[in-house]
């Protein structure tokens, strides 16, 4: 069985900071892109980053450009979401996704697997 797990969500204050985890199993996805993804509430679920398979390219979001980041440890299938300045308007559920596809996609629709999603809530 296929998984994505999120952890590392919470209520942080504004200017904070804080690290989203995602790991998968059932399959390896160490050949897989991985991204993520967030929902507030009353909008559409919106790109946030996205990193190539090799670690090498990465793509981010105007939004959250020089605030997060976004990396893997293959080694461990798993995906991180650094994210530094934290400001109310982060404040989403967060979902990791992977994709095998021949670009790095912000489109959902691209996206394979999906993870359930950890709440950030950025208090002011």
């Known amino acids: 069985q296929v998984q994505l797990i999120e952890s590392g969500g919470g209520l942080v204050q504004v200017g904070g900071s804080m690290k989203l985890s995602c790991v998968a199993s059932?399959?390896?996805?160490?050949?897989?892109?991985r991204a993520w993804f967030r929902q507030a509430p009353g909008k559409e679920r919106e790109f946030v980053a996205v990193?190539?398979?090799?670690?090498?390219?990465?793509r981010y979001a105007d939004s959250v450009k020089g605030r997060f980041t976004i990396s893997r440890d293959n080694a461990k299938n798993t995906v991180y979401l650094q994210m530094n300045s934290l400001k109310p308007e982060d404040t989403a559920v967060y979902s990791c996704?992977?994709?095998?596809?021949?670009?790095?996609?912000?489109?959902?629709?691209?996206?394979?697997?999906w993870g359930q999603g950890t709440q950030v809530t950025v208090s002011s």
């Open positions: 996704a992977a994709d095998r596809g021949v670009t790095l996609y912000r489109e959902a629709r691209n996206y394979d697997y």
């Open positions: 059932g399959r390896a996805f160490s050949t897989y892109h």
């Open positions: 990193i190539h398979w090799t670690g090498g390219s990465t």
